[in-house]
């Protein structure tokens, strides 16, 4: 490792990741252990979509079951839009992504010594290997214990990725033939201040942005912050219009994020519109499927009537079902409703769709890497195509790990190159100014026209007002960030203003419906598939 002459607020590693998730945790534990590596993230180790993940790991394992059937079925759902080769290398690499996380510990559900495999919706053969109802929880829990004994991996709590370091924007001597990235700087919340952190090698594992709408599945951290540094720093984006809606998030002013399962739906829970409006069921009317139609069909017919009768919310009813069956069945939803006052054995549950998973993100090749030397996005911050118009359940997981060791061999084949000192954090552009109340309200506005205007059912009109909307807060909160004290809500709201702008200008870019993007407008779908591609050198930055 090259020594790096550092100031105070500056700290030198051999790879720097930013995120804890699935992506972060076994990108760091697949490098090897004489390398010293430092994990960013935002508040503790746990954080992350990762946890939260209940259903599982899609991976050809049983018999009968083929890599062209997991692609086949990868394909279907995508819409035409996957890459053939990323989903080729995703489904060929999967069965060692699994055999991996056995290794490190991770104690999946078994059937007579197997692998208990799960089937999905979308998936032709049971290939969904999990640890009961939370995989993602047994995942990172394992994983983070092997991370806490390394000895060669020191977590950042609370930092805060603010900007990477460029070559040519923050060496104080460049002397590298081409644009790279040197690190990142981060905000430590707990010293409240602004330090550099320098690798010659950078892994943006930040997850997604379904924070970027009013309703979302996932935890506070998915403010799609890498997708908007690595944008900033010049990397090409892609597919950002696909974002995934959840069609049942609870609908209840202290239930953040809380997911009823689609298997309600399957044991018979029927959509119903308010009892103002007779609670009348309203799916039978959308799709012959009724409420077992795929998810986005529900979603978008949840929205229709959502929009149709200037609605809050609708209801899902399994109080058809016994107390006992409720019991085995559902005991975590019949629980969390419970304690929110609603008895599920008898009355229906208040229901939204909710903005659940990014397809789209910072484009990468098979190797991972982003366009910036020196820089690689792994998991949901990433666009690696496998997910084209729509994720398949139980893929996302997956390409966090076949991707991260990806990066991991394409890191490992490299000569770092020497590197140099950079600038500290510019400091004189704070001043004393307290203005949380203006943020929290941008915050809000920003989410809420996101919802209104570019949620599950988009139109011309709505997406041109939207993009009027984002340009202006666009520009009140570059004001912002030029003058204020940095927090954490700030630094995350300018990230979400530039992914709102990037999903906007991705959905006007797309002229069709297709896979999760639908559109009333262009309710067709074209001949021929094609991803869209957002280059920053092609518009210049405000
Ligand atoms: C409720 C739910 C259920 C799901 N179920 C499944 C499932 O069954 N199967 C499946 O395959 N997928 C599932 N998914 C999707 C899957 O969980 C995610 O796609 C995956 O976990 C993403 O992993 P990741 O490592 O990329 O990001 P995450 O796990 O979201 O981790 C992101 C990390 O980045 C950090 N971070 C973000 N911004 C910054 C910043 N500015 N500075 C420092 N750190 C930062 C965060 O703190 C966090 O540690 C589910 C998602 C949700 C929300």
Redesign the pocket.
């Known amino acids: 490792m090259n020594p790096i002459p550092t100031s105070a607020t500056t700290h030198a590693f051999d790879v720097l990741i930013?995120?804890?998730?699935?992506?972060?945790?076994?990108t760091a534990l697949l490098l090897p252990s004489h390398l010293r590596i430092a994990?960013?993230?935002?508040?503790?180790?746990?954080?992350?979509?990762?946890?939260?993940?209940?259903?599982?790991?899609?991976a050809v394992l049983a018999d009968g079951d083929s890599f062209q059937a997991h692609i086949d079925d990868t394909l279907v759902a995508g819409a035409g839009l996957c890459d053939l080769a990323a989903t080729r290398y995703t489904v060929e690499n999967a069965p060692a992504a699994i055999d991996w996380l056995r290794q490190m510990g991770t104690r999946f559900t078994l059937h007579e010594g197997e692998l208990h495999l799960t089937r999905?919706g979308g998936h032709s053969h049971r290939r969904?290997v999990?640890a009961a109802d939370a995989?993602?929880a047994a995942v990172?829990q394992t994983l983070i214990e092997r991370v806490r004994a390394a000895p060669n991996v020191q977590v950042f709590q609370s930092?805060?990725?603010?900007d990477l370091i460029l070559s040519d924007r923050h060496a104080l001597a460049p002397t590298w033939p081409s644009r790279r990235c040197l690190g990142?700087y981060?905000?430590d919340e707990s010293a409240d201040e602004v330090q550099a952190f320098v690798a010659p090698h950078t892994v943006l594992?930040?997850?997604?942005a379904?924070k970027v709408y009013l309703y979302?599945?996932?935890?506070d951290?998915?403010?799609?912050?890498?997708i908007a540094?690595a944008w900033r720093a010049g990397c090409r984006v892609a597919n950002m219009e696909f974002i995934q809606f959840?069609p049942t998030c609870l609908y209840h002013p202290k239930a953040k994020?809380f997911?009823i399962s689609e298997a309600v739906r399957g044991e018979g829970g029927r959509l119903l519109l308010p009892a103002a409006l007779g609670s009348r069921r309203f799916m039978p009317e959308h799709d012959p499927r009724a409420e077992l139609a795929p998810r986005d069909v529900v979603a978008r017919a949840i929205d229709f009537e959502m929009k149709k009768h200037g609605l809050d919310c609708v209801y899902l009813d399994i109080s058809h079902q016994s107390p006992a069956f409720l019991q085995q069945h559902f005991p975590t939803i019949l629980a969390r409703c419970a304690e929110l006052g609603i008895d599920i054995t008898r009355e229906p549950i208040p229901v939204v769709p909710a903005a659940?998973?990014?397809c789209g993100g910072v484009l990468t090749d098979l190797r991972a890497r982003a366009d910036l030397s020196g820089l690689y996005a792994?998991?949901?911050?990433?666009c690696t195509g496998l997910h084209g118009a729509n994720?398949l359940?139980?893929?996302?997981?997956?390409?966090?790990v076949v991707f991260a060791r990806a990066a991991v061999a394409d890191i490992v084949a490299q000569t770092p190159p020497a590197l140099a000192p950079v600038r500290p954090w510019d400091t004189s552009r704070v001043s004393d100014a307290d203005e949380q109340v203006v943020i929290a309200h941008n915050w809000d506005e920003l989410r809420r026209f996101m919802w209104d205007y570019v949620g599950i059912v988009r139109t011309d009109k709505r997406l041109e007002r939207a993009a009027h909307r984002i340009a202006l807060l666009r520009a009140e909160i570059q004001e912002f960030y030029r003058s204020f004290h940095l927090t954490?809500d700030l630094?995350?709201l300018r990230?979400l203003v530039e992914v709102a702008d990037l999903i906007v200008r991705s959905a006007q870019a797309r002229h069709e419906s297709r896979g999760l993007h639908y559109s009333l407008d262009h309710p067709h779908t074209l001949a021929e598939a094609r991803p869209t591609v957002l280059d920053p050198a092609a518009r210049p930055r405000v």
Not at 221 to 226: C, F, V
Not at 378 to 382: I, L, M, P, Q, R
Not at 393 to 400: D, G, K
């Open positions: 930013v995120g804890s998730g699935l992506a972060g945790l076994a994990i960013l993230t935002k508040r503790t180790i746990e954080d992350g979509s990762s946890g939260w993940a209940q259903g599982g790991i899609a999905e969904i999990h995989t993602g990172q930092h805060n990725l603010v990142a981060a905000f594992c930040t997850g997604g379904g979302t599945s996932n935890p951290t998915a403010t799609g912050d890498g540094a959840h994020s997911l659940h998973y990014t792994v998991g949901e911050a990433s994720r359940a139980s893929n996302s997981l997956l390409e966090c954490r630094l995350e990230n």
